[in-house]
């Protein structure tokens, strides 16, 4: 009798055993799943973070598109006259550079335009830009010739021998980009001068 609940005693404890030896090699089993499945998370969300941040660089630079950047570099004074009292006047011709700047990564194409000048308010000379494309990051110079008369001219200003002339150009186009993104864009061109009568010079060249 005693030997028999010796014997059942040494075989439970077998089973015990073997049911905590398979639940432990279990647990082990199961540990390395779950790491896998955590580093997988952990992969998946640093991928879309670095997407996103591709997305917004992207959406910052190559989708956003700017009007282009037009002014006059130079401007030279040739053929130039002018008359005091009792008729003050002047006329000459203006022979200007103009520098189109576009700063999109897709071209520029624009229609003909026109830039003129104005002493006074007054449009004195006008000139034709025949429209064209630029390419993306690109910058485009063309030279401009203008004829400018004014009859009614201060005559403080002719005696003090110091004109005061606007420039203004506007180019309407549009921004392509990856046969895709097509926006209208103006480049618009704001420049004053001041025309020094005696040495029939350009002092003072600024653009907006």
């Given amino acids: 009798m005693t030997e028999e609940l010796y014997a059942d005693r040494r075989y439970l404890r077998r089973d015990d055993d073997l049911e905590f030896s398979t639940f432990k090699h279990g647990d082990q089993l199961r540990r390395p799943a779950r790491r896998r499945t955590g580093r997988c998370f952990v992969c998946v969300l640093a991928g879309f973070v670095f997407l996103s941040f591709v997305v917004l ?19 030279t004074v040739k053929n130039l006259r002018y008359g005091g009292s009792p008729s003050p006047s002047f006329n000459a011709t203006l022979v200007a550079e103009m520098s189109i700047k576009n700063m999109n ?24 830009i ?3 494309v630029l390419n993306a990051k690109g ?33 309407r ?22 025309i020094n009568l005696t040495a029939a010079t350009i002092n003072d060249l600024i653009c907006k």
């Fill in 105 to 128: 990564f897709g071209h520029f194409e624009f229609a003909s335009g026109a830039a003129n000048v104005q002493y006074g308010g007054v449009i004195v000379g006008k000139r034709k």
């Fill in 57 to 75: 660089v992207f959406a910052a630079t190559v989708l956003r598109v700017k009007s282009p950047d037009a002014k006059l570099t130079s401007v």
């Fill in 173 to 194: 186009g549009r921004i392509c980009s990856m046969k895709i993104i097509k926006k209208m864009k103006t480049a618009g061109m704001n420049c004053t001068m001041t």
């Fill in 139 to 171: 910058t485009m110079k063309m030279n401009i010739t203008v004829d400018v008369t004014a009859s009614n001219v201060s005559e403080i200003d002719v005696n003090s021998g110091l004109l005061e002339l606007r420039s203004y150009a506007r180019l």
């Fill in 130 to 132: 025949v429209g064209g």
